[in-house]
Protein backbone atom coordinates (compact mmCIF):
# COMPACT_ATOMS: atom_id res chain seq x y z
CA UNK A 1 0.00 0.00 0.00
CA UNK A 2 1.61 3.34 -0.48
CA UNK A 3 0.26 6.38 -0.24
CA UNK A 4 0.10 10.29 -1.06
CA UNK A 5 2.23 11.84 1.32
CA UNK A 6 2.40 15.14 2.54
CA UNK A 7 4.66 17.36 4.66
CA UNK A 8 6.13 20.55 5.98
CA UNK A 9 9.74 20.66 6.26
CA UNK A 10 11.43 23.53 7.71
CA UNK A 11 12.77 25.62 4.56
CA UNK A 12 14.55 28.32 6.66
CA UNK A 13 15.67 29.54 10.02
CA UNK A 14 13.98 32.10 11.64
CA UNK A 15 15.05 35.20 12.00
CA UNK A 16 13.35 36.63 14.98
CA UNK A 17 9.90 36.09 14.92
CA UNK A 18 8.71 32.92 13.03
CA UNK A 19 7.00 33.21 9.56
CA UNK A 20 4.88 31.00 7.05
CA UNK A 21 8.06 31.35 4.65
CA UNK A 22 10.39 29.52 7.14
CA UNK A 23 8.25 26.29 6.20
CA UNK A 24 7.44 24.42 3.16
CA UNK A 25 5.07 21.93 1.88
CA UNK A 26 6.28 18.79 0.08
CA UNK A 27 4.22 16.28 -1.65
CA UNK A 28 6.09 12.60 -1.87
CA UNK A 29 4.74 9.47 -1.78
CA UNK A 30 5.12 6.67 0.70
CA UNK A 31 5.69 3.17 0.28
CA UNK A 32 4.12 0.96 2.42
CA UNK A 33 4.89 -1.33 5.16
CA UNK A 34 7.77 -3.41 4.82
CA UNK A 35 8.69 -6.57 6.47
CA UNK A 36 8.33 -5.76 10.40
CA UNK A 37 7.04 -2.39 9.63
CA UNK A 38 3.99 -0.54 10.75
CA UNK A 39 2.34 2.48 8.37
CA UNK A 40 0.44 4.85 10.17
CA UNK A 41 -2.19 7.77 8.82
CA UNK A 42 -1.59 10.57 11.42
CA UNK A 43 -4.69 11.97 12.67
CA UNK A 44 -3.31 14.59 15.02
CA UNK A 45 -0.18 16.66 15.14
CA UNK A 46 0.73 18.11 18.33
CA UNK A 47 2.08 21.70 18.45
CA UNK A 48 4.32 22.82 21.51
CA UNK A 49 6.65 25.90 22.62
CA UNK A 50 9.63 24.02 22.55
CA UNK A 51 9.57 23.80 18.64
CA UNK A 52 10.43 27.09 18.16
CA UNK A 53 13.63 26.24 20.00
CA UNK A 54 14.89 23.37 17.16
CA UNK A 55 14.32 26.08 14.58
CA UNK A 56 17.51 27.93 15.56
CA UNK A 57 20.95 26.65 15.13
CA UNK A 58 21.99 27.93 18.33
CA UNK A 59 23.57 25.78 21.16
CA UNK A 60 20.54 24.48 22.94
CA UNK A 61 19.67 20.99 24.85
CA UNK A 62 18.71 19.08 21.87
CA UNK A 63 19.84 19.18 18.33
CA UNK A 64 18.79 21.38 15.75
CA UNK A 65 15.55 20.41 13.04
CA UNK A 66 18.08 20.04 10.13
CA UNK A 67 16.95 22.39 7.53
CA UNK A 68 15.23 20.18 4.29
CA UNK A 69 13.71 17.94 6.93
CA UNK A 70 9.68 17.55 8.05
CA UNK A 71 9.50 19.28 11.35
CA UNK A 72 9.46 17.35 14.39
CA UNK A 73 6.34 16.70 16.85
CA UNK A 74 4.57 13.89 18.20
CA UNK A 75 1.56 12.32 16.08
CA UNK A 76 -1.57 10.55 17.09
CA UNK A 77 -3.00 8.21 14.43
CA UNK A 78 -4.06 4.60 13.65
CA UNK A 79 -2.54 1.87 11.86
CA UNK A 80 -3.73 1.74 8.49
CA UNK A 81 -1.31 -1.16 7.47
CA UNK A 82 0.97 -3.20 9.35
CA UNK A 83 3.65 -5.99 9.29
CA UNK A 84 4.86 -6.34 12.73
CA UNK A 85 2.95 -8.58 14.98
CA UNK A 86 2.25 -6.30 17.70
CA UNK A 87 0.06 -4.06 15.65
CA UNK A 88 -3.20 -4.50 13.49
CA UNK A 89 -4.50 -2.34 11.73
CA UNK A 90 -7.05 -0.15 13.18
CA UNK A 91 -4.56 0.42 16.38
CA UNK A 92 -4.80 4.03 17.97
CA UNK A 93 -0.92 4.60 17.88
CA UNK A 94 1.11 7.83 19.12
CA UNK A 95 4.54 8.69 17.50
CA UNK A 96 6.86 11.50 16.64
CA UNK A 97 5.85 11.50 12.85
CA UNK A 98 6.44 15.06 12.54
CA UNK A 99 4.24 17.39 10.40
CA UNK A 100 2.96 15.44 7.84
CA UNK A 101 -0.03 12.97 6.84
CA UNK A 102 1.64 9.46 7.10
CA UNK A 103 4.31 7.76 9.10
CA UNK A 104 6.03 4.55 9.15
CA UNK A 105 7.99 2.86 12.13
CA UNK A 106 9.20 -0.70 12.91
CA UNK A 107 7.58 -0.50 16.09
CA UNK A 108 9.83 0.87 18.20
CA UNK A 109 9.29 4.60 18.19
CA UNK A 110 4.86 4.29 18.56
CA UNK A 111 2.86 3.43 21.48
CA UNK A 112 -0.45 1.46 21.09
CA UNK A 113 -2.81 3.81 23.57
CA UNK A 114 -6.13 2.90 24.97
CA UNK A 115 -9.17 5.76 24.03
CA UNK A 116 -11.73 4.06 26.16
CA UNK A 117 -11.41 5.96 28.77
CA UNK A 118 -9.19 8.72 27.18
CA UNK A 119 -9.73 10.32 24.53
CA UNK A 120 -7.34 10.21 21.71
CA UNK A 121 -6.26 13.90 21.69
CA UNK A 122 -5.68 13.91 25.47
CA UNK A 123 -2.74 11.51 24.74
CA UNK A 124 -0.93 14.47 23.20
CA UNK A 125 -1.64 17.10 25.97
CA UNK A 126 -2.73 16.27 29.67
CA UNK A 127 -1.75 12.64 29.01
CA UNK A 128 1.34 13.11 27.47
CA UNK A 129 4.50 15.33 26.89
CA UNK A 130 3.05 18.51 28.01
CA UNK A 131 1.06 16.70 31.01
CA UNK A 132 4.56 14.74 32.45
CA UNK A 133 5.92 18.33 32.06
CA UNK A 134 3.34 19.84 34.41
CA UNK A 135 3.59 16.86 36.41
CA UNK A 136 7.43 16.73 36.81
CA UNK A 137 8.08 20.20 37.35
CA UNK A 138 5.20 20.20 40.14
CA UNK A 139 6.27 17.07 41.94
CA UNK A 140 9.64 16.63 41.30
CA UNK A 141 11.10 20.91 41.53
CA UNK A 142 8.25 22.88 43.45
CA UNK A 143 7.16 19.57 45.88
CA UNK A 144 3.85 22.02 46.59
CA UNK A 145 2.70 21.11 50.50
CA UNK A 146 -1.33 22.19 51.66
CA UNK A 147 -1.48 25.80 52.25
CA UNK A 148 1.26 27.04 49.87
CA UNK A 149 0.58 29.21 47.40
CA UNK A 150 1.88 28.48 43.84
CA UNK A 151 1.91 30.98 40.91
CA UNK A 152 1.90 29.17 37.00
CA UNK A 153 2.18 31.36 33.52
CA UNK A 154 0.79 30.74 30.83
CA UNK A 155 -1.67 29.25 33.14
CA UNK A 156 -4.46 28.70 30.15
CA UNK A 157 -1.74 26.50 28.06
CA UNK A 158 -1.32 22.79 27.64
CA UNK A 159 0.99 22.69 30.55
CA UNK A 160 0.10 25.87 32.60
CA UNK A 161 -3.33 24.34 32.63
CA UNK A 162 -2.17 20.95 34.63
CA UNK A 163 -0.08 22.80 37.19
CA UNK A 164 -2.49 24.47 38.19
CA UNK A 165 -5.18 21.73 38.56
CA UNK A 166 -2.54 19.18 40.12
CA UNK A 167 -0.98 21.86 42.15
CA UNK A 168 -4.87 22.44 43.74
CA UNK A 169 -5.33 18.91 44.30
CA UNK A 170 -2.20 18.82 46.51
CA UNK A 171 -4.19 21.77 48.70
CA UNK A 172 -2.53 24.62 47.24
CA UNK A 173 -3.62 28.21 46.52
CA UNK A 174 -2.99 27.93 42.78
CA UNK A 175 -2.67 31.58 40.90
CA UNK A 176 -1.81 32.06 37.35
CA UNK A 177 -1.04 34.66 34.92
CA UNK A 178 -2.49 34.31 31.49
CA UNK A 179 -3.19 37.42 28.53
CA UNK A 180 -6.62 38.69 28.52
CA UNK A 181 -9.77 38.16 30.32
CA UNK A 182 -11.20 35.86 28.43
CA UNK A 183 -8.29 33.33 28.91
CA UNK A 184 -8.32 34.37 32.56
CA UNK A 185 -11.89 33.02 32.82
CA UNK A 186 -11.22 30.08 32.03
CA UNK A 187 -8.43 29.40 34.05
CA UNK A 188 -10.61 30.33 36.99
CA UNK A 189 -13.29 29.17 35.91
CA UNK A 190 -12.99 25.78 34.17
CA UNK A 191 -9.30 24.95 35.39
CA UNK A 192 -10.32 26.14 38.92
CA UNK A 193 -7.33 28.20 40.00
CA UNK A 194 -8.23 30.80 42.59
CA UNK A 195 -7.17 33.26 40.73
CA UNK A 196 -5.82 34.61 37.34
CA UNK A 197 -3.85 37.84 36.63
CA UNK A 198 -4.25 39.04 33.08
CA UNK A 199 -0.79 40.19 32.31
CA UNK A 200 -2.45 42.00 29.31
CA UNK A 201 -3.96 44.90 31.90
CA UNK A 202 -0.94 46.69 32.46
CA UNK A 203 -1.09 46.63 36.26
CA UNK A 204 1.06 43.17 36.70
CA UNK A 205 2.99 44.40 39.99
CA UNK A 206 -0.33 45.50 41.73
CA UNK A 207 -2.21 42.53 40.60
CA UNK A 208 0.17 39.91 41.64
CA UNK A 209 0.40 41.41 45.08
CA UNK A 210 -3.31 41.04 45.42
CA UNK A 211 -3.22 37.69 44.33
CA UNK A 212 -0.10 36.11 46.51
CA UNK A 213 -0.96 37.90 49.78
CA UNK A 214 0.87 35.39 51.75
CA UNK A 215 3.79 35.89 49.14
CA UNK A 216 4.66 32.60 46.51
CA UNK A 217 6.21 29.56 47.33
CA UNK A 218 6.45 27.89 44.06
CA UNK A 219 6.41 29.18 40.53
CA UNK A 220 5.94 27.30 37.63
CA UNK A 221 7.47 29.95 34.85
CA UNK A 222 6.65 29.00 31.22
CA UNK A 223 7.41 32.84 30.06
CA UNK A 224 10.33 34.29 31.48
CA UNK A 225 10.19 38.32 31.32
CA UNK A 226 8.68 41.29 33.55
CA UNK A 227 6.35 38.04 35.48
CA UNK A 228 9.76 36.33 36.12
CA UNK A 229 11.08 39.53 37.63
CA UNK A 230 7.83 40.54 39.97
CA UNK A 231 7.57 37.14 40.54
CA UNK A 232 11.07 36.47 41.84
CA UNK A 233 10.76 39.70 44.41
CA UNK A 234 7.17 37.98 45.83
CA UNK A 235 9.01 34.56 46.71
CA UNK A 236 8.68 33.58 50.28
CA UNK A 237 11.71 31.51 52.07
CA UNK A 238 13.14 28.39 50.43
CA UNK A 239 10.68 29.14 47.51
CA UNK A 240 11.14 27.12 44.48
CA UNK A 241 11.46 27.82 41.20
CA UNK A 242 10.74 25.38 37.68
CA UNK A 243 11.69 26.95 34.89
CA UNK A 244 9.95 24.81 31.77
CA UNK A 245 9.93 27.67 29.03
CA UNK A 246 10.69 31.04 28.59
CA UNK A 247 8.83 31.69 25.51
CA UNK A 248 8.71 35.22 26.09
CA UNK A 249 13.04 35.08 24.78
CA UNK A 250 12.10 32.63 21.36
CA UNK A 251 12.39 35.36 19.39
CA UNK A 252 16.41 35.38 20.44
CA UNK A 253 15.60 38.64 22.89
CA UNK A 254 17.70 38.97 25.79
CA UNK A 255 15.70 37.73 29.00
CA UNK A 256 17.25 39.70 31.93
CA UNK A 257 16.08 39.25 35.69
CA UNK A 258 16.26 42.83 37.22
CA UNK A 259 17.76 41.39 40.44
CA UNK A 260 18.83 38.46 41.74
CA UNK A 261 19.63 39.02 45.19
CA UNK A 262 16.10 37.37 46.53
CA UNK A 263 17.91 34.09 45.47
CA UNK A 264 20.19 34.92 48.72
CA UNK A 265 18.08 36.73 50.78
CA UNK A 266 14.76 34.22 50.75
CA UNK A 267 17.01 30.94 49.81
CA UNK A 268 15.88 30.39 46.29
CA UNK A 269 16.23 27.30 44.54
CA UNK A 270 15.76 28.22 40.16
CA UNK A 271 15.80 24.86 38.58
CA UNK A 272 15.10 24.30 34.67
CA UNK A 273 14.46 20.90 33.55
CA UNK A 274 13.34 19.04 30.47
CA UNK A 275 11.08 16.37 30.75
CA UNK A 276 12.86 14.02 28.25
CA UNK A 277 15.54 13.88 30.10
CA UNK A 278 13.48 12.07 33.08
CA UNK A 279 12.13 9.46 31.17
CA UNK A 280 11.97 7.56 34.08
CA UNK A 281 9.46 8.99 35.77
CA UNK A 282 6.73 9.22 32.56
CA UNK A 283 5.08 6.23 33.16
CA UNK A 284 4.07 6.87 37.19
CA UNK A 285 2.86 10.09 35.48
CA UNK A 286 0.84 8.97 32.69
CA UNK A 287 -0.72 6.61 35.02
CA UNK A 288 -1.76 9.47 37.42
CA UNK A 289 -2.77 11.80 34.59
CA UNK A 290 -4.62 9.22 32.84
CA UNK A 291 -6.62 8.02 35.65
CA UNK A 292 -7.26 11.72 36.57
CA UNK A 293 -8.55 12.39 33.04
CA UNK A 294 -10.98 9.19 33.08
CA UNK A 295 -12.19 9.90 36.66
CA UNK A 296 -13.16 13.89 35.49
CA UNK A 297 -10.61 15.48 37.65
CA UNK A 298 -8.78 16.61 35.24
CA UNK A 299 -9.64 19.35 32.61
CA UNK A 300 -8.53 20.46 29.38
CA UNK A 301 -8.89 22.65 26.35
CA UNK A 302 -8.02 21.83 22.74
CA UNK A 303 -7.62 24.34 20.18
CA UNK A 304 -7.98 22.90 16.91
CA UNK A 305 -6.63 23.92 13.72
CA UNK A 306 -8.15 22.15 10.33
CA UNK A 307 -5.58 20.62 7.87
CA UNK A 308 -1.75 20.17 7.50
CA UNK A 309 -1.43 23.54 5.60
CA UNK A 310 -2.54 25.12 8.71
CA UNK A 311 0.25 23.93 11.12
CA UNK A 312 2.80 26.77 10.46
CA UNK A 313 0.27 29.73 11.07
CA UNK A 314 -1.16 27.60 14.01
CA UNK A 315 2.47 27.57 15.46
CA UNK A 316 2.91 30.93 14.76
CA UNK A 317 -0.69 31.47 16.72
CA UNK A 318 0.59 29.43 19.74
CA UNK A 319 3.87 31.46 19.72
CA UNK A 320 2.16 34.97 19.91
CA UNK A 321 -0.79 32.89 23.07
CA UNK A 322 -3.94 32.86 20.17
CA UNK A 323 -4.55 29.46 21.63
CA UNK A 324 -6.29 28.20 24.60
CA UNK A 325 -5.19 24.72 25.72
CA UNK A 326 -3.16 21.98 23.70
CA UNK A 327 -2.62 23.18 20.29
CA UNK A 328 -3.26 20.48 17.99
CA UNK A 329 -3.85 20.38 13.88
CA UNK A 330 -6.38 17.37 13.17
CA UNK A 331 -5.20 15.65 9.82
CA UNK A 332 -8.11 13.58 8.65
CA UNK B 1 35.44 40.07 89.15
CA UNK B 2 34.17 43.24 86.98
CA UNK B 3 35.81 44.21 84.08
CA UNK B 4 35.73 47.33 81.97
CA UNK B 5 34.02 46.61 78.67
CA UNK B 6 34.39 48.28 75.74
CA UNK B 7 32.31 47.68 73.01
CA UNK B 8 31.14 48.80 69.35
CA UNK B 9 28.03 49.53 68.59
CA UNK B 10 25.84 50.09 65.81
CA UNK B 11 25.27 54.47 65.56
CA UNK B 12 23.04 54.57 62.40
CA UNK B 13 22.38 52.91 59.01
CA UNK B 14 24.75 52.41 55.87
CA UNK B 15 23.73 54.99 52.74
CA UNK B 16 25.31 52.98 50.39
CA UNK B 17 28.51 52.54 51.65
CA UNK B 18 29.50 51.35 55.05
CA UNK B 19 31.59 54.51 57.02
CA UNK B 20 33.19 54.45 60.20
CA UNK B 21 30.29 57.33 61.95
CA UNK B 22 28.01 54.11 61.39
CA UNK B 23 29.98 52.79 64.33
CA UNK B 24 30.13 54.29 67.52
CA UNK B 25 32.94 53.15 70.47
CA UNK B 26 31.20 52.67 73.90
CA UNK B 27 32.99 51.83 77.32
CA UNK B 28 30.86 50.77 80.26
CA UNK B 29 31.27 48.55 83.53
CA UNK B 30 30.83 44.52 83.24
CA UNK B 31 29.54 43.51 86.16
CA UNK B 32 31.50 39.44 87.07
CA UNK B 33 29.86 36.12 86.24
CA UNK B 34 26.73 35.59 88.50
CA UNK B 35 25.44 32.10 89.30
CA UNK B 36 25.93 29.74 86.78
CA UNK B 37 27.72 32.25 84.79
CA UNK B 38 30.91 32.33 82.74
CA UNK B 39 33.18 35.85 82.00
CA UNK B 40 34.88 35.30 78.47
CA UNK B 41 37.44 37.93 77.72
CA UNK B 42 37.20 37.95 74.20
CA UNK B 43 40.61 37.03 72.36
CA UNK B 44 39.44 37.53 68.63
CA UNK B 45 37.00 38.74 66.91
CA UNK B 46 35.43 37.63 63.44
CA UNK B 47 34.89 39.64 60.82
CA UNK B 48 31.89 38.38 58.11
CA UNK B 49 30.45 39.51 54.84
CA UNK B 50 27.05 38.94 56.83
CA UNK B 51 27.19 41.58 58.80
CA UNK B 52 26.73 44.17 55.99
CA UNK B 53 23.14 42.49 55.41
CA UNK B 54 22.27 43.41 59.31
CA UNK B 55 23.24 47.11 59.61
CA UNK B 56 20.27 47.57 56.54
CA UNK B 57 16.53 47.86 58.03
CA UNK B 58 15.59 46.17 54.34
CA UNK B 59 13.75 42.56 54.73
CA UNK B 60 16.23 39.73 55.12
CA UNK B 61 16.56 36.50 56.41
CA UNK B 62 17.56 37.81 59.84
CA UNK B 63 17.10 40.35 61.65
CA UNK B 64 18.41 43.67 61.64
CA UNK B 65 21.04 44.75 63.93
CA UNK B 66 19.29 47.10 66.40
CA UNK B 67 20.88 50.16 66.51
CA UNK B 68 22.58 51.23 69.41
CA UNK B 69 22.96 48.02 70.77
CA UNK B 70 27.40 45.99 70.09
CA UNK B 71 27.74 45.07 66.79
CA UNK B 72 27.17 40.97 66.24
CA UNK B 73 29.55 38.81 65.91
CA UNK B 74 31.84 35.05 66.51
CA UNK B 75 34.21 35.56 68.91
CA UNK B 76 36.67 33.33 70.34
CA UNK B 77 37.92 34.07 73.86
CA UNK B 78 38.82 32.43 77.40
CA UNK B 79 37.09 31.71 80.61
CA UNK B 80 38.26 34.32 83.22
CA UNK B 81 35.69 33.87 85.79
CA UNK B 82 33.32 30.84 86.10
CA UNK B 83 30.86 29.79 88.22
CA UNK B 84 29.33 27.09 85.43
CA UNK B 85 30.35 23.48 86.55
CA UNK B 86 31.21 23.04 82.82
CA UNK B 87 33.74 25.89 82.58
CA UNK B 88 36.89 26.63 84.28
CA UNK B 89 38.96 29.89 83.82
CA UNK B 90 41.51 29.29 81.30
CA UNK B 91 39.10 27.47 78.69
CA UNK B 92 39.32 28.26 75.39
CA UNK B 93 35.17 29.25 73.95
CA UNK B 94 33.67 30.01 71.07
CA UNK B 95 30.82 32.94 71.23
CA UNK B 96 28.81 35.47 69.26
CA UNK B 97 29.51 38.28 72.02
CA UNK B 98 29.69 40.49 69.27
CA UNK B 99 32.26 43.27 69.04
CA UNK B 100 33.41 44.30 72.57
CA UNK B 101 36.02 43.34 74.91
CA UNK B 102 34.44 40.80 77.04
CA UNK B 103 31.33 38.75 76.97
CA UNK B 104 28.96 36.72 79.58
CA UNK B 105 26.93 33.74 79.20
CA UNK B 106 24.80 30.71 80.97
CA UNK B 107 26.81 27.98 79.01
CA UNK B 108 23.94 28.05 76.80
CA UNK B 109 25.99 29.87 73.81
CA UNK B 110 29.41 29.37 73.93
CA UNK B 111 31.28 26.16 72.80
CA UNK B 112 35.00 24.86 74.06
CA UNK B 113 37.32 24.06 71.61
CA UNK B 114 40.88 21.89 71.83
CA UNK B 115 43.13 24.23 70.44
CA UNK B 116 45.98 21.38 70.58
CA UNK B 117 45.42 20.77 67.48
CA UNK B 118 43.86 23.08 65.42
CA UNK B 119 44.53 27.01 66.32
CA UNK B 120 41.98 28.63 67.85
CA UNK B 121 41.42 31.40 65.33
CA UNK B 122 40.70 28.91 63.02
CA UNK B 123 37.66 28.39 64.69
CA UNK B 124 36.11 31.20 63.67
CA UNK B 125 37.09 30.49 59.81
CA UNK B 126 37.88 27.31 57.87
CA UNK B 127 37.06 25.07 61.42
CA UNK B 128 34.14 27.48 62.00
CA UNK B 129 30.92 29.52 59.84
CA UNK B 130 33.24 30.43 56.78
CA UNK B 131 33.95 26.70 56.71
CA UNK B 132 31.12 24.89 56.85
CA UNK B 133 29.26 27.93 54.32
CA UNK B 134 32.12 26.54 51.67
CA UNK B 135 31.28 22.95 52.99
CA UNK B 136 27.56 22.80 52.84
CA UNK B 137 27.31 24.60 49.35
CA UNK B 138 30.03 22.92 47.77
CA UNK B 139 28.76 19.09 49.17
CA UNK B 140 25.25 19.82 49.18
CA UNK B 141 24.34 22.29 46.43
CA UNK B 142 27.27 21.62 43.72
CA UNK B 143 27.78 17.99 44.77
CA UNK B 144 31.10 18.00 42.70
CA UNK B 145 32.15 14.51 41.04
CA UNK B 146 35.87 14.10 40.07
CA UNK B 147 36.58 15.51 36.85
CA UNK B 148 33.92 18.51 36.76
CA UNK B 149 35.08 21.96 36.93
CA UNK B 150 34.55 24.47 39.71
CA UNK B 151 34.38 28.27 39.59
CA UNK B 152 34.59 29.60 42.82
CA UNK B 153 34.87 33.49 43.26
CA UNK B 154 36.13 35.74 46.17
CA UNK B 155 38.41 32.44 45.81
CA UNK B 156 40.92 34.20 48.29
CA UNK B 157 38.36 34.55 51.13
CA UNK B 158 37.71 32.48 54.13
CA UNK B 159 34.73 30.97 52.56
CA UNK B 160 36.59 30.38 48.67
CA UNK B 161 39.93 29.53 49.89
CA UNK B 162 37.78 26.61 51.05
CA UNK B 163 35.36 25.63 48.65
CA UNK B 164 38.24 25.24 46.35
CA UNK B 165 40.48 22.70 48.32
CA UNK B 166 37.68 20.62 49.10
CA UNK B 167 36.46 20.68 45.33
CA UNK B 168 40.45 19.68 44.55
CA UNK B 169 40.34 16.88 46.86
CA UNK B 170 37.44 16.10 45.43
CA UNK B 171 39.46 15.67 42.28
CA UNK B 172 37.95 18.26 40.31
CA UNK B 173 39.60 21.04 38.16
CA UNK B 174 38.68 24.02 40.23
CA UNK B 175 38.64 28.14 38.90
CA UNK B 176 39.17 30.83 41.22
CA UNK B 177 38.08 34.58 41.05
CA UNK B 178 39.83 37.57 42.71
CA UNK B 179 41.17 41.18 42.75
CA UNK B 180 44.80 41.78 41.75
CA UNK B 181 47.81 39.49 41.29
CA UNK B 182 48.78 39.11 44.76
CA UNK B 183 45.29 37.42 45.38
CA UNK B 184 45.66 34.97 42.37
CA UNK B 185 49.10 34.46 43.17
CA UNK B 186 47.42 32.97 46.77
CA UNK B 187 44.88 31.33 45.52
CA UNK B 188 47.12 29.22 43.12
CA UNK B 189 49.99 28.86 45.12
CA UNK B 190 48.73 28.23 48.86
CA UNK B 191 45.47 26.86 48.10
CA UNK B 192 46.54 25.25 45.17
CA UNK B 193 43.71 26.17 42.60
CA UNK B 194 44.27 25.73 39.29
CA UNK B 195 43.87 28.58 37.85
CA UNK B 196 43.01 32.23 39.43
CA UNK B 197 41.39 35.20 37.05
CA UNK B 198 42.33 38.64 38.23
CA UNK B 199 38.93 40.72 37.62
CA UNK B 200 40.33 43.93 38.08
CA UNK B 201 42.30 43.01 35.02
CA UNK B 202 40.07 43.69 32.73
CA UNK B 203 39.46 40.91 30.61
CA UNK B 204 36.93 38.49 32.49
CA UNK B 205 35.03 37.02 29.64
CA UNK B 206 38.28 36.24 27.74
CA UNK B 207 40.21 34.88 30.59
CA UNK B 208 37.34 33.13 31.83
CA UNK B 209 37.08 31.13 29.41
CA UNK B 210 40.63 30.20 28.60
CA UNK B 211 40.23 29.24 32.44
CA UNK B 212 37.13 26.69 31.46
CA UNK B 213 37.82 25.05 28.67
CA UNK B 214 35.69 22.32 29.32
CA UNK B 215 32.74 25.07 30.69
CA UNK B 216 31.62 25.09 34.38
CA UNK B 217 29.96 22.41 35.99
CA UNK B 218 29.69 23.93 39.37
CA UNK B 219 30.10 27.97 40.67
CA UNK B 220 29.92 28.98 44.56
CA UNK B 221 29.14 32.42 44.04
CA UNK B 222 30.07 34.69 46.74
CA UNK B 223 30.01 37.87 44.40
CA UNK B 224 27.36 38.83 42.48
CA UNK B 225 27.74 41.18 39.02
CA UNK B 226 29.56 40.93 35.82
CA UNK B 227 31.44 37.26 37.58
CA UNK B 228 27.59 35.73 37.72
CA UNK B 229 26.35 37.06 34.11
CA UNK B 230 29.57 35.86 32.32
CA UNK B 231 29.78 32.18 34.55
CA UNK B 232 26.13 31.76 33.84
CA UNK B 233 26.73 31.42 30.01
CA UNK B 234 29.09 29.27 30.27
CA UNK B 235 27.67 26.25 32.55
CA UNK B 236 27.71 22.97 31.04
CA UNK B 237 24.36 21.08 31.50
CA UNK B 238 22.77 20.46 34.71
CA UNK B 239 25.24 22.63 35.62
CA UNK B 240 24.67 23.99 40.01
CA UNK B 241 24.86 27.35 41.32
CA UNK B 242 25.32 28.00 44.72
CA UNK B 243 24.67 31.83 45.91
CA UNK B 244 26.34 32.14 49.16
CA UNK B 245 27.12 35.93 48.56
CA UNK B 246 26.25 38.37 46.90
CA UNK B 247 29.07 41.33 48.05
CA UNK B 248 28.56 43.16 44.74
CA UNK B 249 25.34 44.44 45.75
CA UNK B 250 26.06 45.31 49.68
CA UNK B 251 25.52 49.04 49.03
CA UNK B 252 22.61 48.33 48.09
CA UNK B 253 22.59 48.60 44.11
CA UNK B 254 20.74 45.97 41.87
CA UNK B 255 22.62 42.97 40.94
CA UNK B 256 20.66 42.49 37.30
CA UNK B 257 21.27 39.27 35.31
CA UNK B 258 21.60 39.50 31.85
CA UNK B 259 20.00 36.67 30.13
CA UNK B 260 18.03 33.50 32.87
CA UNK B 261 17.73 31.65 29.16
CA UNK B 262 20.60 29.58 30.17
CA UNK B 263 18.73 28.39 33.09
CA UNK B 264 16.53 26.81 30.73
CA UNK B 265 18.87 25.48 27.68
CA UNK B 266 21.49 23.63 30.01
CA UNK B 267 18.84 22.50 32.77
CA UNK B 268 20.89 24.79 35.67
CA UNK B 269 20.16 24.84 39.31
CA UNK B 270 20.53 28.05 41.33
CA UNK B 271 20.32 27.88 44.87
CA UNK B 272 21.00 30.33 47.82
CA UNK B 273 21.44 29.05 51.53
CA UNK B 274 22.28 30.45 54.50
CA UNK B 275 24.67 27.96 56.45
CA UNK B 276 22.79 28.91 59.89
CA UNK B 277 19.83 27.32 58.58
CA UNK B 278 21.61 23.88 58.54
CA UNK B 279 22.89 23.79 61.81
CA UNK B 280 22.24 19.75 62.42
CA UNK B 281 24.99 19.31 59.55
CA UNK B 282 27.67 21.56 61.18
CA UNK B 283 28.80 18.76 63.85
CA UNK B 284 29.81 16.57 60.46
CA UNK B 285 31.30 19.41 58.32
CA UNK B 286 33.21 20.65 61.94
CA UNK B 287 34.89 16.92 61.78
CA UNK B 288 36.25 17.06 58.46
CA UNK B 289 37.51 20.18 58.89
CA UNK B 290 39.17 20.08 61.81
CA UNK B 291 40.91 16.79 60.66
CA UNK B 292 41.99 18.82 57.45
CA UNK B 293 43.30 21.29 59.06
CA UNK B 294 45.26 18.87 61.78
CA UNK B 295 46.64 16.79 59.06
CA UNK B 296 47.71 20.33 57.12
CA UNK B 297 45.56 19.28 54.00
CA UNK B 298 43.46 22.29 54.47
CA UNK B 299 45.48 25.80 54.50
CA UNK B 300 44.46 28.92 55.41
CA UNK B 301 45.26 32.31 55.53
CA UNK B 302 44.13 35.02 58.14
CA UNK B 303 44.17 39.37 57.89
CA UNK B 304 44.53 40.40 61.35
CA UNK B 305 43.95 43.44 62.87
CA UNK B 306 45.08 44.94 66.11
CA UNK B 307 42.91 46.19 68.81
CA UNK B 308 38.40 46.84 69.27
CA UNK B 309 39.14 50.18 67.32
CA UNK B 310 40.63 49.05 64.28
CA UNK B 311 37.04 46.99 63.62
CA UNK B 312 35.24 49.32 61.82
CA UNK B 313 38.27 50.46 59.26
CA UNK B 314 38.69 46.71 58.96
CA UNK B 315 35.06 45.57 58.54
CA UNK B 316 35.08 48.07 55.60
CA UNK B 317 37.92 46.58 53.92
CA UNK B 318 36.64 43.53 53.93
CA UNK B 319 33.80 44.81 52.34
CA UNK B 320 36.45 46.18 49.64
CA UNK B 321 38.30 43.18 49.56
CA UNK B 322 41.45 44.56 51.15
CA UNK B 323 42.14 41.58 53.34
CA UNK B 324 42.97 38.11 52.13
CA UNK B 325 41.50 35.13 54.10
CA UNK B 326 40.01 35.23 57.00
CA UNK B 327 39.46 39.20 58.61
CA UNK B 328 39.92 38.95 62.11
CA UNK B 329 40.20 41.52 65.13
CA UNK B 330 43.17 40.72 67.55
CA UNK B 331 41.51 41.89 70.59
CA UNK B 332 44.13 41.30 73.46
Not at 212 to 224: K, Q, R, S, W
Not at 283 to 305: D, F, K, N, Q
Request: proline letters at 5%; hydrophobic letters at 45%; a neutral charge.
Amino acid sequence: MSVANRRIVLASRPRGEVVPGNFRLEEEPMAGAGPGEVLVRNLYLSLDPYMRGRMDDAKSYAAAQPLGEVMIGGTAGEVIESRHPKFAVGDQVLGMFGWQLYGKSDGSAIRKVDTSQVPLTAYLGCVGMPGVTAWYGLNRIIAPKAGETILVSAASGAVGSVVGQLARHAGCRVVGVAGGAQKCGIVTDEFGFDACIDYKAGRLADDLRAATPAGIDGFFENVGGEVFDLALRRMNAAGRIAVCGLIAGYGGQPLPVRDIRPVLVNRLRIEGFIVSEHLALWPEALRELGARVARGELRYRETIAQGLESAPEAFIGLLAGRNVGKQLVKLA
